[in-house]
């Protein structure tokens, strides 16, 4: 016999004993034994028959609320059994809230005891009314976006997505009486922090639990901060594997797409805002880590969200306006979506808690090797300094050699994060100042899945404006130069194209030909004009001349 979430022993009547019975009514019932011991044992209590009939008064009194009073008798002893059931409105104990979890009693305070309040009078923290934000207020852009979204996803009427915008909000039913719902302002406020502490996404990556290399902050309306914060792990947190069929170049996030966008997404819609702290993505070498301050259903498990499950949303009018909006389902299986997305890659199980802090979901990278996880380094201490200075990020020569082949390998993913001017500045201006927040790059991400990543035109448009001053578009250069010089030697620019700075060991690696190889068909290319090594070979780099192109050669 021990005690449980249902059960308590006291061995002696007091009157505190009250915040006992209060929690029991506040949570799911419970039992209260007097005249038990802690371990279990039947001591008795004294004048039993005088509690049994003063008990039920004073709990009635002090509480407001009716229970069962028995006298049991166990081993000769008597005892007293006062048998608690849940209500379905709060109960106070002088002026506090007790609830029982487990084996404990709780002082419901601060956010908890919002929830709690709220939860007993049917109600969620989203849907309460905020007299201080105004229609007019709201961001036209978050409205245009989400109109644009609803249209396409066709989950809205198109007559009621054509209403004004206070008629409009009415539909989505973010009103309660005269006044906008808290999670309008979380959905369409250019600032919902001014409502709401808390509401931004933090993003870090560390080296270890202790090192932090580089961080960003994610702010705004949850429709920018889903685009924004999905963006930058994309194209800054995470490198993505390159591998090469012929001249046509393939990457892959270490993690699949569909699993990190229902992880995002669902950090965003089910956080606790009650909770003055920002959802928490922390980026490793060799995972990645989603923390919020959510809770789960009343007695759910994490194992619960392995199967099939009833979609009970902790913010229910924002996960029904993502839902409108084409970005989340209503049926519950986002846990699902990404084992099953982690499953197809061959990746580890997603690790998912559920502690008194919050939510966790850990999704783990494929194995990598000791370079990958050095380079993580190197991009940090740009990121943070903004430095090209080698000497800031190497102790040798050789050690810088091999940071910068790692430089312009992943260049794309982070280069817009530079300070540092080149020579194609003003092309990548020009080409990307504006990218991030267009509706483009939004139907990108979140409308069109995984399968626009794999569109040609966009991969020739991407590595077009990478390309800066040479203004030849990937597919057509590629397939020119394989014209005229063949597979392995227009691969071979094609990649020295992208990164100049690369050696004759990483294209032998990339291309799977030997050094050999490669140095011989370098050493041709240059004979014959179409290369030079502009620098000495430590430090200088590769300039290829598509002038070559156009003289018919």
Not at 76 to 105: A, D, N, Q
Not at 143 to 163: C, M, N, P, Q
Request: net charge negative; with cysteine.
């Amino acid at each position: 016999m021990t005690e449980n979430q249902h059960t308590e022993w006291k061995e002696s009547w007091r009157d505190e004993h009250l915040k006992w019975v209060s929690a029991f009514a506040n949570a799911e019932g419970g039992t209260l034994v007097i005249g038990r011991n802690d371990k279990g044992e039947a001591v008795g209590v004294p004048r039993a028959r005088k509690l049994l009939e003063d008990l039920p008064n004073k709990i009635r009194d002090m509480l407001g609320i009716m229970v069962d009073v028995n006298l049991i008798k166990e081993n000769g002893r008597e005892l007293i059994v006062i048998v608690v059931e849940s209500y379905p409105y709060p109960v106070s104990y002088k002026g506090e809230y007790h609830y029982r979890s487990g084996t404990t009693k709780q002082v419901l305070k601060g956010a908890a005891l919002d929830q709690f309040l709220l939860r007993k009078q049917g109600k969620h923290w989203d849907g309460v009314p905020l007299p201080g934000l105004k229609v007019d207020a709201l961001s036209t852009d978050a409205i245009t976006t989400f109109r644009r979204l609803a249209r396409k996803s066709s989950r809205l009427d198109s007559d009621d997505l054509d209403e004004e915008r206070g008629v409009l909000l009415e539909k989505l039913h973010l009103y309660e009486d005269q006044y906008l719902k808290r999670a309008a302002s979380l959905l369409f406020f250019k600032e919902p922090e001014k409502f709401t502490s808390g509401a931004f996404t933090k993003i870090a990556f560390f080296r270890s639990n202790t090192n932090l290399l580089f961080q960003d902050v994610v702010s705004g309306n949850l429709f920018d901060q889903a685009l924004k914060t999905f963006d930058l792990l994309e194209t800054k947190y995470l490198i993505s594997t390159v591998t090469y069929q012929g001249i046509q170049r393939r990457e892959r996030l270490p993690i699949p797409k569909a699993a990190l966008r229902e992880a995002v997404l669902n950090a965003l819609v089910h956080k606790n805002y009650g909770v003055a702290t920002p959802v928490q993505i922390s980026v490793y070498s060799d995972r990645l880590i989603i923390w919020n301050p959510g809770e789960l259903p009343a007695n759910w498990t994490p194992e619960r969200l392995k199967s099939k499950h009833p979609s009970i949303p902790y913010n229910p009018a924002i996960a029904h306006t993502f839902f409108l909006a084409g970005l989340i389902e209503a049926w519950g299986r986002g846990f699902e979506k990404i084992y099953a997305a982690c499953a197809i890659e061959g990746l580890p199980e997603p690790r998912i808690k559920k502690d008194s802090e919050g939510l966790w979901i850990e999704l783990q990278f494929p194995e990598v090797d000791e370079k990958w996880d050095r380079n993580w380094e190197d991009v940090g201490v740009i990121s943070e300094n903004g430095d090209e200075n080698e000497a800031e990020w190497d102790e040798n020569a050789a050690q810088r050699d091999e940071n910068e082949e790692k430089w312009d390998e992943n260049e794309e993913k982070w280069d817009r994060n530079r300070e540092v001017g080149d020579e194609n500045e003003a092309e990548w201006d020009e080409n990307f100042e504006n990218g991030d927040e267009n509706e483009a790059e939004w139907d990108e991400k979140f409308e069109n899945g995984d399968e626009k990543r794999e569109d040609g035109d966009e991969k020739l448009g991407e590595t077009a404006c990478r390309l800066g001053e040479t203004a030849y578009r990937l597919g057509e250069t590629a397939e020119r130069l394989g014209e005229k010089l063949g597979e392995n030697k227009a691969a071979i620019l094609l990649l020295m194209l992208e990164s100049p700075k690369i050696s004759s060991k990483r294209v032998a690696e990339k291309l799977d030909l030997s050094v050999t190889a490669i140095e011989n068909n370098v050493q041709k290319l240059k004979a014959d004009g179409w290369l030079e090594r502009v620098g000495p070979a430590k430090g200088g780099h590769w300039k290829v001349l598509l002038e070559r192109l156009e003289e018919g050669d």
